[in-house]
């Protein structure tokens, strides 16, 4: 299977599209779940898919064809996070793992400055968080109560990252979460 990442024109060619695909599909595990059409065009006007900050591109697979929607954020940080979104009609198919390995690849060799990227999700979203490891990331922080659910408690938002050094070398380091004794 091939992934590829296809950057999108938000502001033209990609405009309706990325409309449709945000409101047609419900994304369970982000906040604000269920965009509405109002939400995501006043998002393509105030740079919210493309800026200095954040680029966006659709998530293409050889076979099945898009399949979904990733957004770098935070680039002007030196540290970018992301967000990623599979079409309903594809989750559950394994594709994470190789859209997350596209996207760490298209991270370190387009931007030579960042020696980090990022990635954060709810403590539920156990798919992802697997994901996460398969791929070699490591867990850096986990934020009891920091992800807002509408219409119910906070629930934890964890941390994952992978350092640019992994990534050269194919191996993950780690470190010693507590390392301070009482």
């Not at 990609?14 to 604000?32: C, I, K, Q, S, Y």
């Not at 740079?47 to 399949?67: I, M, Q, T």
Request: proline share 4%; charged share 30%; with cysteine.
């Amino acid at each position: 299977m091939t992934v590829t990442l296809a950057r999108l024109n938000p502001t033209g060619s990609d405009g309706a599209e990325l409309v449709d695909f945000m409101t047609r599909n419900e994304f369970p595990f982000h906040v604000g779940h269920r965009p509405t059409q109002e939400q995501v065009e006043a998002a393509i006007t105030d740079g919210a898919f493309r800026n200095e900050d954040n680029d966006s591109f659709w998530v293409e697979h050889d076979e099945l064809g898009r399949v979904g929607f990733f957004r770098l954020e935070d680039l002007t940080d030196g540290a970018p996070l992301f967000d990623l979104r599979l079409d309903a009609s594809f989750r559950g198919q394994g594709l994470g793992q190789e859209i997350l390995r596209v996207a760490a690849d298209h991270v370190f060799t387009t931007m030579p400055e960042v020696i980090r990227f990022e990635g954060q999700t709810r403590e539920d979203n156990i798919a992802m968080r697997k994901t996460f490891l398969r791929c070699g990331w490591v867990k850096e922080a986990h934020y009891r109560q920091g992800w807002p659910v509408e219409g119910g408690e906070p629930v934890a938002s964890v941390a994952y990252g992978l350092l640019r050094q992994d990534w050269e070398r194919g191996r993950t380091t780690t470190f010693v979460w507590e390392d301070l004794e009482v």
